[in-house]
């Protein structure tokens, strides 16, 4: 079983990785998560446990990383590509979760 001391490790490692620019995607597999969501739900569970000036620096980091993936996924988006709509539906529902926590 893995205590919630290895968690909070993993989470915060979460954190981390994600402060130097690595996708959810990397995340999910350098720390053995079953999705990439679950490396953002890490991400933000450890966010929430930062002092509220870090936390709002690391939320304004990740705003910015999502504001530039919807410009790229919108600039390379052909009219009515439903990839692109999918994608774009994503990255706002993180922005979502992201202010939520």
């Given amino acids: 079983m893995v205590s919630s001391r290895d968690d909070e490790h993993r989470d915060a490692e979460a954190l ?10 990397a995340i999910e597999h350098t720390l053995g998560f079953e999705r990439p969501a679950e490396a953002f739900e890490a991400f933000v569970r450890a966010l929430k446990r930062c002092p509220p000036a870090q ?16 410009a790229d996924i919108t600039k390379r988006a052909r009219p009515g590509d439903p990839n692109a709509a ?12 992201l202010l939520e926590g």
């Fill in 16 to 25: 981390r990785l994600r402060s130097t620019g690595q996708s959810f995607a």
């Fill in 55 to 70: 936390q709002a620096t690391e939320r304004d980091a990740e705003l910015e990383r999502l504001s530039k993936l919807a």
């Fill in 86 to 97: 999918r994608q774009l539906e994503v990255v706002h529902r993180l922005r979502q979760l």
